[in-house]
């Protein structure tokens, strides 16, 4: 089994890009979700999924879009990309919420 | 959001020695787990325990829960330089049940 990946593992991009980072799992997993982490702030959860087709807002919504088409995917939009969003995004899944998270190797993202 | 707070923030011991992180928290929980970071890696699950219990041993880590005092710690015996990392606990809310992460204790274990 792969676990939990990522891609790109690093991306570079101007204020006002948008892109699409993507997460994938092969464990049949029903809970996903994606954090970021910052210096001194820990990780903070911007959306989750408890299944294919729900999803839901974290703590740190604003500036990104999820969706879960499938049990396997769940892809994370930002919109708009702006300085406040450079951070390293981490991916997880669990058989079940609140329970051990397996997580990806993560994204460095930098908005220039 | 209640959230896990680690103590101390940095923690730096001689191999073979034991390293004791505390977690404190602020609502009650469905569970408190434990997770390291290494150096620019994802975070790997090390342990969980659950609100009604008190300790649980996993090879060298031992956890302890107190929920009357709201609080945890985490106990790696016979450090070694492979141990280096950052420790978080993540505690997952009665009835929310999303996990809600610390801000993490950076452990240095010198060879």
């Known amino acids: 089994n792969a676990g939990v990946t990522q891609t790109p593992k690093f991306q570079v991009l101007k204020t006002g890009q948008s892109m699409t980072l993507q997460c994938a799992q092969d464990m049949n997993h029903e809970y996903m979700s994606w954090y970021r982490q910052d210096p001194g702030m820990g990780l903070r959860l911007i959306h989750y999924s408890v299944g294919a087709g729900i999803t839901d807002q974290g703590e740190v919504p604003n500036g990104y879009n999820v969706s879960r088409s499938t049990t396997e995917d769940f892809p994370l939009r930002l919109l708009s990309a702006a300085p406040s969003q450079t951070s390293v995004y981490f991916c997880a899944s669990s058989y079940l919420q609140g329970y051990e998270q397996y997580f990806g190797p993560g994204t460095r993202l930098t908005v220039t | 959001s209640q959230q896990g707070e680690e103590d101390p923030q940095a923690l730096s011991i001689q191999e073979g020695e034991n390293a004791t992180m505390n977690c404190s928290y602020k609502?009650?929980?469905?569970?408190l787990q434990w997770y390291r970071q290494n150096s620019g890696r994802g975070l790997v699950h090390l342990i969980l325990?659950?609100?009604?219990?008190r300790e649980k041993h996993s090879g060298r880590l031992r956890v302890t829960l107190d929920t009357s005092k709201k609080s945890s710690s985490l106990l790696i015996t016979a450090s070694r330089a492979a141990d280096t990392a950052s420790y978080f606990c993540?505690?997952?809310?009665?009835?929310?049940?999303?996990?809600?992460f610390g801000k993490g204790t950076k452990l240095s274990v010198i060879p």
């Open positions: 993540a505690t997952s809310g009665a009835g929310s049940y999303q996990l809600t």
């Open positions: 609502t009650s929980i469905n569970n």
């Open positions: 325990i659950r609100s009604n219990e």
